[in-house]
T-cell receptor
Framework: NAGVTQTPKFRVLKTGQSMTLLCAQDMNHEYMYWYRQDPGMGLRLIHY???????AKGEVPDGYNVSRLKKQNFLLGLESAAPSQTSVYFCASRQPGRTGYTFGSGTRLTVV | GESVGLHLPTLSVQEGDNSIINCAYSNSASDYFIWYKQESGKGPQFIID?????DKRQGQRVTVLLNKTVKHLSLQIAATQPGDSAVYFC??????????FGGGTRLMVKP
């Protein structure tokens, strides 16, 4: 009954460091998404995937890479973190034809 | 450009009163709209959705109204409870069938 699980929940990076955020879902959903949420703003789409082995750019993809090697996992990578990437990151998944996105609880990332 | 926005950043209501949260959108081609609730430290939680060919949809204590003429969406919460305190987002599909989120309205329920 886990739904969408994100790890880690919190992380502090120094500028220039790299890291990977992991998203795992146990609902057999085809579509997965990575969003970022900044204060006073709605969620903005970074990258998304419509199936295992496929990825596509969203609204704000610069500075991020993603991989979907397994259907249940969607990884978000930051190769060289910048302070502008300080944000809360949310992963979501859904089935094609269904409107409901299931969100994870978020990863709060601070880049200093 | 496409946008989904909310009219008020904060809404304060008395416990037991009805709440109305409003949202304006620009993409008349959106297929559906969704309302999400986000509590502090948590991810957005699906509340209710409405297809663009509908005017109204009701759930448990919530009603969503869609006025396509003026591109306006509202979420009504009946008998607001302290547990309803959260940030509420509306979202609509864009040209690529992706969701575009508004900035959010914070609902505060006074006891």
């Amino acid at each position: 009954n886990a739904g969408v699980t994100q790890t880690p929940k919190f992380r502090v990076l120094k500028t220039g460091q790299s890291m990977t955020l992991l998203c795992a879902q146990d609902m057999n959903h085809e579509y997965m998404y990575w969003y970022r949420q900044d204060p006073g703003m709605g969620l903005r789409l970074i990258h998304y995937s419509v199936g295992e082995g496929t990825t596509a750019k969203g609204e704000v993809p610069d500075g991020y890479n993603v991989s979907r090697l397994k259907k249940q996992n969607f990884l978000l990578g930051l190769e060289s973190a910048a302070p502008s990437q300080t944000s809360v990151y949310f992963c979501a998944s859904r089935q094609p034809g269904r409107t409901g996105y299931t969100f994870g609880s978020g990863t709060r990332l601070t880049v200093v | 450009g496409e946008s989904v926005g909310l009219h008020l950043p904060t809404l304060s209501v008395q416990e037991g009163d009805n709440s109305i949260i409003n949202c304006a959108y620009s993409n008349s081609a959106s297929d559906y709209f969704i309302w999400y609730k986000q509590e502090s430290g948590k991810g957005p939680q699906f509340i209710i959705d409405i297809r663009s060919n509908m005017d109204k949809r009701q759930g448990q204590r919530v009603t969503v109204l869609l006025n396509k003429t003026v591109k306006h969406l509202s979420l009504q919460i009946a008998a607001t409870q302290p547990g309803d305190s959260a940030v509420y987002f509306c979202a609509g599909t864009n040209a690529g069938n992706m969701l575009t989120f508004g900035g959010g309205t914070r609902l505060m329920v006074k006891p």
